[in-house]
């Protein structure tokens, strides 16, 4: 589960991210917001769920730390590039502090 204030913050962030995308590409049709599966699992985020209304969560290849418009439409290189956000400061808190595995040393002979 994830935690409603964080999720909260990112959606906001999403749905800031969207609204300048379809501000600036109003002919674009969004349907979803790709994001690392690395991002989507450490925000306790699903796959495949609407994130957004109308806009579906997918995990891509993509940069974490970073989620892109999915849209129908065409962009040259350079326009995508400013709709990619940083969620790092929605995520960075998220990553539990794993601990190493104890390794059992081996006494020399
Ligand atoms: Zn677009």
New binding site residues.
């Given amino acids: 589960m994830a935690e409603t204030s964080k999720v909260g913050h990112l959606l906001e962030r999403l749905s800031q991210g969207v609204a300048a995308?379809d501000r600036e590409?109003p002919e674009?049709h969004?349907w979803g917001i790709g994001m690392a599966y690395f991002d989507i699992e450490r925000l306790g985020l699903e796959e495949g769920e609407e994130i957004l209304p109308g806009i579906v969560l997918r995990g891509d290849g993509g940069m974490t730390g970073q989620f892109r418009?999915l849209?129908d439409?065409q962009?040259d290189g350079s326009a995508a590039e400013e709709e990619e956000e940083a969620v790092d400061a929605v995520a960075e808190q998220e990553v539990p502090a794993e601990p190493l595995p104890a390794r059992p040393v081996t006494p020399p002979l």
Wanted: glycine fraction near 12%; charged fraction near 0%; proline fraction near 0%.
């Fill in positions: 995308h590409n674009h969004t418009i849209c439409g962009h």
